[in-house]
């Protein structure tokens, strides 16, 4: 069965500084699909990121940067010089699609990030 | 161009009654998933309808059930509510797609008293 794990339940910065948001998870499958969402405190998840299987390069979007490793079967989210529009809860997701079409998502419990001034 | 969109936003109902949820998918999405998102937990999938069949469904009792439209939209019953369902349920939509991704909704806070 398929498991996300997000161990950091709640992270307190103060603007500018870094901070990573930590991911592990569990497959079976060889060919799944990993995202980042955030939730404001509106309730909407806004999607952030994808990364499939096949592709463990790293990648960078503006402030964001993200370090996927199979080998650890981890998939970190970082966030550079962090601002107060940055607090809401970050969810790191994983979806198997075996059969090609869209799956269920698998959601870790969720990191609460504040980003005070 | 409009995402998801779900109403109503927030509903309170009396333990034993039935709720229904709307969804309107994105434009050009065909599949709609539900989830379910307790305070302080991350989102718990419900089941998700391609082609107005149920096509996955996660762990949850029969008390929960959906259809889908054939414009695509999508409605969630759940039967006999229990205190615990109170929750969170967003709705998300993607084109029937591996790996796509998907767009959801600001959800349906359910207040069962």
């Known amino acids: 069965a398929q498991k996300v794990t997000q161990a950091q339940t709640e992270i307190s910065v103060v603007e500018k500084e870094d901070v990573t948001l930590d991911c592990v998870y569990e497959?079976?499958?060889?060919?799944?699909?990993l995202f980042w969402y955030k939730q404001p405190p509106s309730g909407e998840l806004v999607f952030l990121i994808r990364?499939?299987?096949?592709?463990?390069q790293n990648e960078i979007s503006g402030r964001y940067s993200w370090n996927f490793q199979k080998s650890t079967s981890s998939f970190n989210f970082t966030i550079t010089a962090s601002q107060v529009v940055d607090s809401a809860v970050y969810f790191c997701?994983?979806?198997?699609?075996?059969?090609?079409?869209?799956?269920?998502?698998?959601f870790g419990t969720g990191t609460r990030l504040q980003v005070t001034l | 161009d409009a995402g998801v969109t779900q109403s109503p936003t927030h509903l309170i109902k009396t333990r034993g009654q039935q709720v229904t949820l709307r969804c309107s998918p994105k434009?050009?999405?065909?599949?709609v998933s539900w989830y379910q998102q307790a305070l302080g937990q991350g989102p718990q999938f419900i089941f998700q309808?391609?082609?107005?069949?149920?096509?996955q469904r996660g762990n949850f009792p029969d008390r929960f059930s959906g259809h889908q439209f054939p414009n695509y939209s999508s409605e969630l019953n759940v039967n006999a509510l229990l205190l615990g369902d109170s929750a969170l349920y967003l709705c998300?939509?993607?084109?029937?797609?591996?790996?796509?991704?998907?767009?959801f909704g600001s959800g349906t806070r359910l207040t069962v008293v």
């Open positions: 998300a939509s993607s084109p029937d797609r591996e790996g796509y991704g998907y767009t």
């Open positions: 497959t079976r499958d060889t060919t799944y699909y």
């Open positions: 434009s050009g999405h065909d599949t």
């Open positions: 997701a994983l979806s198997e699609d075996p059969t090609g079409t869209a799956s269920k998502l698998t």
């Open positions: 309808y391609y082609e107005e069949e149920e096509r």
């Open positions: 990364r499939n299987s096949f592709d463990e």
